[in-house]
């Protein structure tokens, strides 16, 4: 379901997030889906529990997970989780953090912008 790179600069944690957002952007994950415990999941990936609490932690205070006492840990129905103005200023954020990290490697801008708009073409493929 998900994996993580130990040659990755984002922590596990962060790895696991950005996982389970793609998998719910795209429709893999759908609402009222179960995810595997904190404790099974952290098996699978081999890595501390508390690592993976810390990504449930984080994804229920965004509202895209919940957990059900005694029942397991689910998608959120989808509902408007932020206004208008933090989602512009996380989408700079993302944009300035995406920029920052390939400005360097070389690409022409048009490669770039071609290969992510792949991706999101597929994410978005995969949501309908």
């Known amino acids: 379901m998900i ?3 130990t040659g990755d600069s984002r922590p596990i944690f962060r790895q696991i997030i950005d996982a ?6 795209g429709g893999e994950l759908a609402p009222g889906d179960k995810l595997p415990s904190v404790r099974s999941l952290a098996m699978q990936l081999t890595v501390n529990t508390n690592t993976v609490a810390k990504a449930y932690a984080e994804l229920t205070a965004e509202g895209l997970i919940e957990s059900r006492a005694g029942v397991g840990v689910f998608v ?8 208008d103005e933090e989602r512009e200023r996380r989408l700079a954020e993302a944009v300035d953090h995406f920029v920052g990290a390939v400005a360097t490697l070389g690409f ?5 912008v071609a290969r992510l708009s792949a991706v999101l073409d597929d ?3 995969h949501h309908r």
């Open 3 to 5: 994996t993580v790179t």
């Open 20 to 25: 389970i957002r793609v998998k719910i952007a």
């Open 76 to 83: 959120s129905p989808p509902r408007r989780r932020l206004s």
């Open 108 to 112: 022409e801008p048009e490669d770039i």
């Open 123 to 125: 994410l978005l493929v």
